[in-house]
């Protein structure tokens, strides 16, 4: 019995089942798609056209492969990581796609160690070999990889390691541990930027926690000093690529210039249910060739206009829209329901089935620590409460929700641990810790 549980707790072996499977099903999907497609395809969207401008010494420009000029519709990190790529293997060649599909695969793979420490930490080693488990074997975890040449992979082992890290953060009064995190969180936002959401939420609650809640003879402004400088620490390092923005296109992009058009994307004139014929249809094709046509500030700015006119005239279809995104937020798609029904891909069935299940055990896993009740509660539901908030208000997609979906996974395994008598969820200690 107890070796079959150290087997079962082993986090090689989750890590390796993880990387199995995500190999597993890049080389199946692979074995269907010729290697011309696949040279092209996978790049034919922002990142690959940006990084065959920089590749191709245009600059940080062209989103869409043609000659519009700078751009800011991606911060940088994963588009570099691309062209570094494309400099060692070719731009748009097999062999540069098969790199980054392994790339993703060892990010995605690497998010079952954070996980696993998390659930251990919180509520034991049951939990926490669960939580890495479901990871492992969650079917859109191991089918991103291969199907987004994205920072998706990268920045759902960024949100969990971020997690990790802020949980760790609250049991530490050391400097260098705060000057840390800012660097994280720094390398988070120029990575993907919507995890930014969480940033506030996650750094106060680890200020509290050490300083207030930990320590509560500590006073003065040595209780702000460090959570200070975490916070500063994190936009100096946005302070570059701010700056750029801001020498070409003449105002203030802090990190992405794209918001607009995916506002103006999910609440435009096609909503509306008085006319629901006229005008044509609004897709991100039709306003990518407006795009072309004008650049990207202007193309911006009246998109801007556009969706806030449409916003506040019409209130009703808001909230519609709203309760519409929520359900294919947390279904994974559009009418999930109908879709599970309506479908004969097994595939599609169980990314929907998941979806639903998984966000029926987040939120299961959230009262769960609630209830207990658990010091753990606050940044684990910060997750699934405040990260989705921006695409109930523009769109969404099962990509959109992957960042988060770790902690989501988690929140399951914890709900799961509770119905089969884990031990109580744990306790942040921070007394006997010396502040420096």
């Known amino acids: 019995m ?48 940006i990084a065959q401008a920089i590749a191709t010494g245009q600059g940080y420009s062209n989103p869409f492969a043609r000659n519009t000029g700078p751009t800011a519709w991606l911060t940088p990190i994963y588009p570099w990581l691309v062209v570094v790529t494309f400099k060692i293997f070719g731009v748009f060649t097999i062999r540069a796609f098969y790199f980054l599909v392994f790339l993703n695969i060892v990010f995605s793979s690497a998010a079952c160690l954070p996980l696993y420490a998390l659930g251990k930490r919180i509520a034991g080693i049951g939990v926490g070999a669960s939580a890495a488990w479901l990871w492992a074997i969650y079917p859109n975890a191991a089918m991103t990889p291969f199907e987004w040449i994205w920072d998706t992979s990268l920045a759902a082992l960024l949100s969990a390691v971020l997690l990790w890290a802020t949980m760790r953060l609250a049991e530490s009064r050391r400097m260098l541990d705060w000057c840390l995190y800012g660097l994280l969180w720094g390398f988070v ?11 506030p939420f996650l750094l106060g609650w680890a200020a509290y926690r050490a300083w207030w809640k930990g320590a509560p003879r500590v006073k003065g402004n040595s209780r702000l000093l460090q959570p200070a400088s975490a916070l500063a620490i994190a936009i100096l390092c946005c302070v570059p690529w701010t700056i750029r923005n801001y020498a070409v296109f003449h105002r203030f992009v802090p990190l992405r210039s794209n918001f607009p058009l995916e506002l103006y994307i999910g609440n435009n004139e096609n909503y509306d249910d008085q006319h629901p014929h006229y005008p044509g249809m609004i897709t991100k094709d039709r306003e990518t060739w407006r795009y072309i046509k004008m650049g990207e500030t202007p193309f911006m700015d009246e998109e801007m ?52 299940l998984s966000g029926i055990g987040a939120l299961a896993g959230v009262m769960v620590l609630l209830w207990q009740p658990s010091d753990y509660a606050f940044p684990l539901a910060i997750y699934p409460a405040v990260f989705p908030f921006l695409y109930y208000i523009t769109h969404t997609s099962l990509r ?37």
């Open 2 to 49: 107890k070796r079959l549980q150290a087997i079962a707790t082993s986090l090689t072996l989750i890590v390796a089942i993880a990387f199995v499977a995500r190999v597993g099903f890049a080389v199946s999907q692979a074995r269907k798609i010729p290697d011309a497609a696949l040279a092209h395809v996978p790049f034919e969207n922002e990142t690959g056209s």
């Open 189 to 199: 936002l120029m990575t993907n930027p919507s995890l930014g959401s969480l940033l």
């Open 305 to 356: 206009r556009k969706a806030k006119k449409f916003i506040f005239s019409h209130p009703r279809v808001e909230s519609i829209l709203f309760y519409e995104r929520f359900i294919a937020f947390w279904g994974g798609i559009p009418n999930p329901i109908d879709k599970f029904i309506a479908t004969d891909s097994w595939l599609v069935r169980s990314l929907i089935l998941c979806a639903m």
């Open 400 to 436: 959109y929700r992957h960042p988060i979906e770790p902690e989501i996974l988690l929140l399951t395994a914890i709900a799961c641990g509770a119905v089969f008598g884990a031990r109580p969820i744990g306790k942040i200690v921070t007394s006997g810790v010396t502040a420096r």
